[in-house]
């Protein structure tokens, strides 16, 4: 009979385990996804940002144009002094106007397919974050490729 | 006598346990379906409002044609379209608006005495709302009844302003009802 008890006391606790395991392993799932739905926003929103930027026309011709010519040179102003003052304000109210002014950004032209330094703009520790995502579009000068890329971040 | 008192016991022990595992087997799958419920259906809301976005960013009826890889509204076409029209696409339940964002930056490049005006102007026609009879004064294109309770989601986005034939900077939001 004590014998019995005891089994029986051991079934509870295994159904007990076999519960809370259930209900652990669901609830990681269910996180799993959530993430993943994260991650699919936070690619969608820093690709769209960084094409929207670059597609954008101003008085010195669209940003594309205004970085092309930051690196290459000519163009219709000063480009590198256009990009430095008015990026900034640029990218805040986009970000703004999201509802994400807890991001920071970082925006990068790299040569590709030549040697040369790279363009930055922005705040340099996005690119070193541990959580950070990114977007990268090539952009073509008579047959030069510059890669523009776009770091984001959550604030801390 | 003892003896079958003890035995009367431990059956009473027994029952309470099986009761009790049956107790708590009934608990614990109730409080699981009905957390699982919920958090199924805030996340079914968050994919379907992403799904939104994306398909509305993509919509061929909405980008002009040259741009094929969307997210580049052209402003004739976002006047020209309805909810009704939306819908037939995009299914029901939604709302979306597509906003013009104006580098007001460029204000402060001009002249100390067109400044203001130039501010006035582009806060102006960012706060329009489009009809076809106020078309391309306008900055802000709405679809769908708004309802109170809304999940948002916002991406940016360009719009090509067709008249003047220039491309400025947009913010594309889509609400979907978060049933609560």
């Known amino acids: 009979m004590e014998g019995q008890t005891s089994m029986i006391a051991i079934a509870i606790a295994i159904v007990m385990l076999i ?18 739905l994260k991650a699919e926003y936070r690619n969608l929103y820093a690709h769209n940002a960084l094409l929207s930027v670059l597609r954008t026309e101003t008085e010195c011709g669209t940003m594309s144009d205004v970085m092309k010519a930051a690196y290459f040179g000519g163009g219709k102003c ?56 990114d977007a990268r579009t090539l952009i073509n000068w008579e047959g030069y490729q510059l890669e523009a890329k776009l770091y984001l971040m959550t604030k801390v | ?11 009473l022990v027994l029952v309470i346990m099986i009761v009790l595992i049956a107790f708590i087997a009934v ?36 980008n002009g044609p040259q741009y094929q890889k969307g ?6 076409r976002l006047t020209a379209a309805t909810c009704g029209d939306l819908e037939n696409l995009f299914g029901s339940g ?5 906003r013009v964002l104006k580098d007001k930056a460029y204000c402060d490049s001009l002249p100390v005495w067109r400044r203001s005006k130039c501010q006035q102007d582009m806060r102006r026609e960012e706060n329009i709302v489009c009809t076809k009879q106020n078309y391309p004064s306008c900055g802000i294109w709405r679809f769908c ?36």
């Not at chain 2, 997210?71 to 004739?76: H, L, P, T, V, Y």
Request: hydrophobic letters at 40%; charged letters at 20%; zero cysteines.
């Open chain 1, 19 to 36: 519960f809370i395991a259930i209900f652990l392993l669901s609830s990681s799932l269910g996180s799993q996804t959530s993430q993943t």
């Open chain 1, 78 to 133: 000063d480009s590198r002094k256009f990009l430095d003052s008015r990026m900034p304000g640029f990218m805040q109210d986009m970000l703004n106007a999201t509802g994400h002014t807890d991001f920071d950004w970082f925006i990068e032209a790299s040569p590709q397919n030549f040697e040369g330094v790279s363009l930055s703009l922005g705040n340099p520790a996005v690119k070193d974050a541990k959580e950070k995502w």
């Open chain 2, 1 to 11: 006598m003892m003896k079958s008192q003890a035995a009367i016991t431990e059956y």
């Open chain 2, 27 to 62: 608990v614990l799958l109730f409080g699981f379906e009905l957390l699982n419920t919920g958090t199924e259906q805030a996340k079914s809301r968050e994919r379907r409002a992403l799904f939104t976005l994306e398909s509305f960013a993509a919509s061929t009826a909405l």
């Open chain 2, 71 to 76: 997210s580049f509204f052209e402003d004739a």
């Open chain 2, 94 to 98: 939604w709302w979306a608006e597509v």
């Open chain 2, 145 to 180: 009844a708004r309802e109170e309770k809304m999940i948002y989601t916002s991406v940016p986005v360009n719009v090509y302003r067709k008249i003047n034939n220039t491309v400025d900077l947009g913010i594309l939001t889509v609400g979907i009802p978060s049933g609560g």
